[in-house]
């Protein structure tokens, strides 16, 4: 067996369950949400992939331009930069339209409840939207200072970003949720 | 002109997430069709994102590995003994099975936190460790067969690997995670 493998998997995996338990507490505190709009569980694997994935190759797409020099070791917003971020959130709101429009499929499919194709749809917009915006710009300040301190961002990004993104889209489920119950759909 | 353009992002980007979300709906419609139980046993809502981060860690490890080992030429894209690939399998399940002990610990000290009821620590080690473990050896078969499959396409599997197992680990880590729990009597 590989001892270094095992010492270095170990450590990504402990510290990832330890930030992404909280992710877990925050899905179980969210109950009422779930119980009340029923559908919206379909919804929460699909879109912790999502967010996972749209991080994790934005801070791999920034670890490269910074090894190449594309992108400046600065937080200033150069061209190159703002392709990016603007890249990032429209993928983002492509896929939440998706995920929304998946979650009702699938309860047809199988049927389930829902509750409701437009409230599904305006759940994972809602929640899509806030929380790519703090993921993009958490991401991009991140990969930036780890990279200024020497660091390599491709080795530490990746698992960070998928953790992080669990425990932001948690919170930004249950406020779309919140906003969505308080309308009354 | 700028190397970056966002729609190019967007329509790369587009193709192999979008076909992880969708794999990854039927992990969620796994789990709604248990929706009242686990509004019954919050416990097992606190285990589902951190069982699919933790396969998902598992599969990002896997997925990268097996990739460099191909690059290297040290894996050929067959279907042959590896002594390399066998040790590191053993490997992934050593850390599978530690991770599951330690993610059991973290769930019930959160149950235990939240005041949740219900909880078997047992029962909860159980589903944790055959939930983890077996889905760990699943993610190195997919990886395996993903990485030499794209590679025998001449396609990076850098690039395709990663999402492919994290998506697939986590319909299946939903599966079992029901099931083991049904088998256990917890629910």
């Known amino acids: ?56 190759t934005l801070a791999s797409r920034l670890s490269s331009a910074l090894h190449v020099g594309i992108i400046e070791p600065r937080l200033k917003l150069s061209k190159e930069l703002l392709q990016n971020i603007i890249g990032t959130l429209i993928l983002s709101l492509v896929l939440s339209v998706l995920i929304g429009c998946l979650a009702h499929f699938m309860c047809l499919l199988f049927g389930f409840t829902s509750a409701g194709f437009l409230t599904l749809l305006l759940l994972s917009l809602i929640a899509g939207a806030l929380s790519s915006l703090v993921i993009t710009l958490v991401t991009v300040i991140m990969t930036i200072k780890v990279y200024q ?30 906003v969505l119950m308080a309308m009354g759909l | 002109m700028t190397v970056y353009k966002a729609k190019d992002i967007v329509k790369q980007g587009t193709v192999s997430i979008t076909a992880s979300v969708v794999i990854d709906s039927f992990a969620g419609t796994v789990l709604n069709a248990k929706l009242e139980t686990l509004l019954t046993l919050p416990v097992l809502l606190i285990l589902i994102p951190c069982l699919m981060d933790m396969t998902g860690n598992m599969g990002c490890m896997i997925g990268s590995k097996i990739a460099t080992y191909l690059h290297l030429g040290l894996v050929r894209p067959k279907i042959e003994r590896s002594p390399y690939l066998e040790k590191y399998a053993v490997t992934m399940i050593v850390v599978a099975a530690l991770s599951s002990l330690y993610l059991t610990f973290l769930a019930m000290t959160a149950s235990y936190f939240l005041g949740l009821k219900g909880v078997e620590p047992v029962k909860i080690l159980i589903i944790v460790l055959v939930t983890g473990v077996s889905t760990s050896v699943i993610a190195i ?17 850098d690039n395709t690997t990663i999402p492919i197992v994290t998506a697939v680990c986590d319909v299946i880590g939903a599966l079992l995670l029901i099931s083991v729990a049904l088998a256990v009597g917890l629910i």
């Open chain 2, 141 to 157: 078969i997919v990886g395996v067969v993903a990485g030499f499959v794209t590679y025998r396409y001449g396609w990076d599997p």
């Open chain 1, 1 to 56: 067996m590989f001892k270094n493998t095992i010492r270095q998997g170990l450590l990504t995996q402990f510290v990832s369950l330890t930030i992404d338990v909280l992710a877990g507490i925050g899905l179980a505190l969210m109950r009422g949400a779930l119980e009340e709009l029923p559908g919206m569980l379909i919804m929460v694997p699909a879109f912790l992939q999502m967010r996972g994935a749209i991080g994790g």
């Open chain 1, 149 to 178: 301190r020497g660091l390599d961002p491709d080795v530490i990004m990746g698992p960070i970003i998928t953790t992080l993104g669990d425990v932001v889209s948690i919170p930004c489920l249950f406020l779309a949720a919140l």
